[in-house]
C-alpha cells in the first residue's frame, strides 16, 4: 500500500512538474510571439530558440516543432536564407522523428508549417536571384493540398489558407506575373473584407494584425489592378476603404504610385496629382517619426527607414516636376534618419543648404531610383547659391550605364572588382569616356560655372570614385553623407590625441570576459569560410605614422592588445583614430516590391572590421557566439558614442583575402555617422600593402604641418600627388643602367582611398 502510494505521489509531481514545463514553455513562446510582433525579428528567433532548448529538455515536441519553425520565419522576414535553412532542417529532421507517433492532424500540421518554411526559403533565394521561383511555388502549392487533407478533420484552416494565397501573392507580383496575382489577391481580399473585417477601435495585438492585413489587401488589390492597367477599379478599390484609413501611409502611397503607373501607360498627366500624395505620405511620416522617435527600438526604426528608402525609389520619377520635394527628401533619408542616434537630427529644406553657399559653391544630392518601366535610374539634384529652385538632372540609364566598355571590363564588373591587384580599376579610370558619362554636359551647366562641389552619393557611386574624374583640375570636389552636412559649419579638426590600431594578431585567443559581439556578423562570416591572413605591411603604416607625430598623447594598440573591446573602451577618447586591418562587406539589400517592402537590412551586420582573435574565433568549430569574437562588426560600431571623434581613417588592406571586400562600403559609413563620426578616410576597394604606408605617412606629415587649423582636404589630396609621383630606382638589365619610374601612379593605388564629410 505503502509502495502504491509513492508510486502515485512520484506520478503527481511528475505530472506536476510536466504542467509547470509546459506553462514556462508557452510564457517563453508568447514572449518571443511579441518581439515578432514588434519587428523585433532577430531577438525574436533567439527567443524562439531558446523554447526550443526548453522543450527538449521537457519532451514536448509539438512545442518543439512549432518553435523551430517560428524561428525561421523570423529569419524570412530577416531574410536571412543560411539561418532559415538551418531551422528548415532541423524541422525537417525532427517531423522524421517525431511524425510516426503524433496524431495524423498533428503530423499534417507539423508538414505544413515544414513546407511553408521551406517556400520562405525559396523565395529568399529566388529574391537573390540563385534560384527559380518555380521553386517556392511549388512549395506554396504542396502548403494549400495539405490544408485541403487538414480540413477533414473538421478544423478551421482558413487563416492558414490565405497567408500561403498572400505569400503566392508576393511571389508572382516579383515575378512580375500580375494575372496569376489578380488570382490570389482576390482570394485574399474576399477573406479580409468578408471574413475579418474592419476594427475601428482596436484593442489587441490581433485586432491590430487584422486591421493591418485588412489595409493591406485593398492595398494589394488596387497596385495588382494598376499593374495590369485597370487604374480606373485601381482607384475605386481604394475609394471603397473606411474614412478612418484615408490617412494611413501607405493607403496615401498606393493612390501616388497608381496615378504615376497611370501618366506612364496612357500619356496622361497626373503626375502634379501624384505630388499631392507624396507631400502628403512625407508629412505623416515625418509626425510618426518625430512623435515616437525616442520610444521606437532599433529595429522599428530599421524598419521605418527601409520602407522609407523604397518610398525614394517611386518619388524620384518626379524628377524636374517635383525638384523641391526630391531634394529635401534627400536630405530628409540621408540625413536625419543617419543621426537620430545621436537626438541631433533636424529638418532642412534644400534653401538652408542654398544659403549656406557662396558664389563658387554648389551642392549636388545624386539620387539612384526607379523609371518608367521600374528600370533603374541615374539622376542628381543641383542647388548653387542663387538659383531660383533646385535643378534636377538626369544622368543615365543605370543599367545601360553598367553595361558600358572601359578598357578590357564592363564597368559593373570594374566597380565590383574587389581583387588583390584591382587592375579592373586601371581601365575604368584611365578611360577618358567615363567622366562624361557621369559629370554630363548637362550637369555641368546645373553647376552654373561652380568650382567647388559638395556632393553626396547614391547607388553605385558609393562605389565609385567619382571625385577623381572630373573633366577640369580647377575643381575642388568634396564628398558627403549629405549636403546638409554644409548647413553645421565648420571647426578645425583637432589633431592633439591620436589612437592607433595595426600590426593586429587574429590568431590570439580571446579572453571570454571581454564582453559581447554581434552574433549574426560571427555567424555570417564563418559561413562564408574567409580566411583572415596577417597583414606584415600595417606594422610599418602604424609605427611610421607614430614615430612621424611623436605625440605623447599617442596610444598605439597591436597584436593581441588590438581587440574590439579596446576600440571600444578608447576610441570615444580621441579625436583622431587610425585603424590598418580587414574590413569586410558581404551583405546585400534586396529591392522591395509595392506589396513587401524590404524587410530587413543585413549590411550593418554583414560589414565591419577584423580585430585580434577573429581568426581564432572563426576557426573554433565549438566558439561560444555569445562571446567576443573579434568580428566587430558596423551594427556594433554604430552603437558607440563617437562624438568627440573628428576624424576616423580606416585602412584596409586586402591582399589575398579574395571574398572579403574592402572598407568604405555604405554599412561602416553608415555606422560610423550614426556613432556621430565627424569624418573619415575609407577605401573602396582592396589595397596595396606597400603604398598605403606610404599615402597615410604623407598625410599625417601634411597634416601636422597645418598647424592648429590643418586643412584635411588639402592635406590629403597632396598626399595622393606625392604617391603618384613617389619615384623609384628600377634597374634594366637591357641598359645597364638605373632609370626612375613613378611606382603607384595608377588609379589602383591612387584612387583606392576617399575622404567623406571634410569640409
Sequence with gaps: MRKLRYIFILSLFLFSGALLAQEDISIAYKKAAGLNDRQEYLKAAKAFQQVQEMALRAGDRAWYMNSVTAAGECFYKLNIATQMKAELDKATLAFTQYAPEASDSLAWEWLLAINKLEGSYQYCLFDAGLESPLLAEKAYKQCLAIIDTLKKFKFDYDESSIIIHRELLNLYYRMEDYPRAFIEVKDVFRYYNNVIGYTVSPRSDKDRRDNRGFIDAYHSKAMVLARLKRFDEAEEVLSMLPKTCNHDPSVIRAKGKILMLHSDVDGVDRCSEAMGYYEQYVRLQKEQLDARMNEMSDAQREQYWLAFHDFLFDCYRLEDQAPELLYDLTLYSKGYLLEYQNKKSKSYTWKDIRKSLDARSCAIEFVQYNGKDDRKQLGALVVTSHCSRPVFVHIADLDNLRELQFGRYLLKDAVSAQTADSREKDGLYQDPALPAKIWTADLLKAMDGATNIYFAADGILHQLAIEYLLPETAFQCHRLTSTRMLVKGHKPLDTRKMLLFGDIDYAFPISPSEGGNDEHAYTFLRSKHVEIVDLPGTKKEIDSVAALRHSDGDLVLSGGNATDSAFCAMAPHFPVVLVS?????????????????????????????????????????????LRPDGVFSAKELSELALVSTDLVVLSACQTGLGTVTADGVFGVQRALKQAGVRAMIVSLWPVDDEATPILMRNFFRNLQAGGDNPDVYEAFMTARRQLMSEEFNVFSPGTLSVKKIAKYAAPRYSNAFILIDVL
Excluded at 609 to 624: I, P
Aim: charged share 20%; with cysteine.
Design 581 to 625: 586591418t580587414h574590413g569586410f562587406f558581404l551583405g546585400q539589400m534586396q529591392d522591395g516590391t509595392d506589396l513587401r517592402p524590404s524587410v530587413s537590412d543585413n549590411s550593418m551586420s554583414e560589414s565591419g572590421l577584423a580585430f585580434a582573435g577573429c581568426r581564432y574565433a572563426l576557426a573554433d568549430t565549438t566558439y561560444d557566439v
